[in-house]
């Protein structure tokens, strides 16, 4: 009889369980929504961004002077477009807009200012939190090396900057490519650590071994080599000396004279369009290739199937959007379209450096 109550659990301890079995859910939930809400930001500003291809002449690179409060009524908005008239960068391009496009154009700044305005309030807010709280503390880490990896864009552009000006080769050129793609590529890398930490948050617990896969790193590398010289393609407008698909010109492929009319020959992957829709085509193409042979692989050992089977899928999805846009003549819509999906590519590498990242469901501690 005794040993029969002993087994029975006080009502209090029984009482007590959920709330312990269910903390580190919670704190987990809202950690990824945090990182959600932060990605959502960013991904506006990613968007608005890009190069706002809604001109008829396509990019424009210089966006109209903004306030913090847009111009209310009618009389305003001419006033507005009478200074903006008077720029010299306005008057150099032609000065061929309309009140209709100078709105367009101003409420698309507005938008990426006032975005990119609530992005650093809330990475500021969560930051500020995970370095004070004990309960989110364990977001700390990844903030960080978020915030590390935002503020190394400033080094990486002054690096530029210099190494453009100590040549007087690449200096004699329009660099505006190169500021494009590098920009790109850290917005890309940052954009998509944040949607990685949405899908795998950090976890409360620390795991008794927890380890990297190394050969992640090796698809980010390159699939930001490959979104580097996306960015190249588009600065260079690279669609427009190379239309078609298949051939140019009634050749398999551009004649070398064409591909290495620049010289020193290592400007041509970062000036001659038809040399960077290349090495673009090429490392896209060698991408799907190992993907498939991913694929493969995991079905064959029957291990690691979702996780390859994702990845086959977006790279597809990828190949796909850029030989519509391609075709289509760059359509602003598929244009977007294939660079964000380019993130979210980074975005599953980077979750899946984590082993089972996005495969696994995080067990409750007892």
């Not at 009482?15 to 987990?28: E, Q």
């Not at 101003?106 to 709280?133: D, H, P």
């Not at 427009?240 to 051939?247: D, I, N």
Request: a positive charge; glycine letters at 6%; aromatic letters at 10%.
């Amino acid at each position: 009889m005794a040993v029969s109550e002993r087994l029975v659990a006080p009502v209090d301890a029984v009482r007590a369980a959920p709330p312990a079995m269910t903390a580190v859910p919670v704190r987990m939930a809202l950690a990824r929504a945090y990182f959600l809400t932060l990605a959502l930001l960013g991904l506006a500003v990613f968007v608005l961004g890009l190069g706002n291809r809604f001109t008829a002449d396509g990019v424009f690179l210089i966006p109209p002077q903004v306030g913090w409060i847009p111009p209310l009524s009618a009389r305003a908005w001419s006033e507005a477009f009478a200074i903006h008239q008077q720029d010299p960068v306005f008057a150099a391009c032609g000065g061929t807009e309309s009140l209709p496009l100078f709105k367009t154009l101003y409420w698309w700044e507005w938008l990426r200012q006032t975005f990119l305005l609530a992005l650093g309030a809330v990475a500021l807010l969560g930051l500020a939190t995970a370095a004070t709280s004990r309960r989110y503390g364990f977001a700390l880490p990844r903030l960080v090396a978020l915030a590390v990896l935002a503020l190394a864009f400033w080094p990486a552009r002054w690096a530029l900057a210099h190494l453009v000006d100590a040549s007087r080769t690449v200096a004699s050129f329009n660099v505006g490519q190169y500021r494009h793609a590098v920009a790109v590529m850290f917005a890309s890398a940052a954009l998509a650590a944040v949607l990685a930490s949405a899908a795998a948050p950090p976890r409360p617990e620390r795991a008794k071994s927890w380890r990297v896969e190394q050969r992640e790193w090796l698809w980010i590398a390159a699939i930001l080599i490959d979104i580097g010289f996306g960015a190249l393609f588009a600065a260079r407008d690279a669609a427009a000396s190379w239309p078609s698909l298949l051939g140019y010109e009634g050749h398999v492929l551009p004649p070398l004279a064409q591909l290495l009319s620049y010289s020193p020959w290592w400007l041509n992957f970062t000036f001659n369009p038809l040399t960077i829709q290349l090495t673009h085509r090429t490392l896209s193409a060698a991408l799907w290739v190992a993907a498939s042979w991913e694929l493969v692989t995991a079905m064959r050992e029957r291990s690691g199937t979702g996780r390859a089977a994702l990845r086959f899928l977006l790279i597809t999805g990828q190949m796909a959007s850029g030989i519509m846009t391609l075709v289509l003549a760059v359509p602003a819509l598929l244009s977007i379209v294939h660079q964000v999906g380019a993130v979210f590519l980074l975005a599953a590498s980077m979750a899946f450096l984590r082993p089972g990242g996005l495969t696994t469901r995080t067990k409750v501690p007892s």
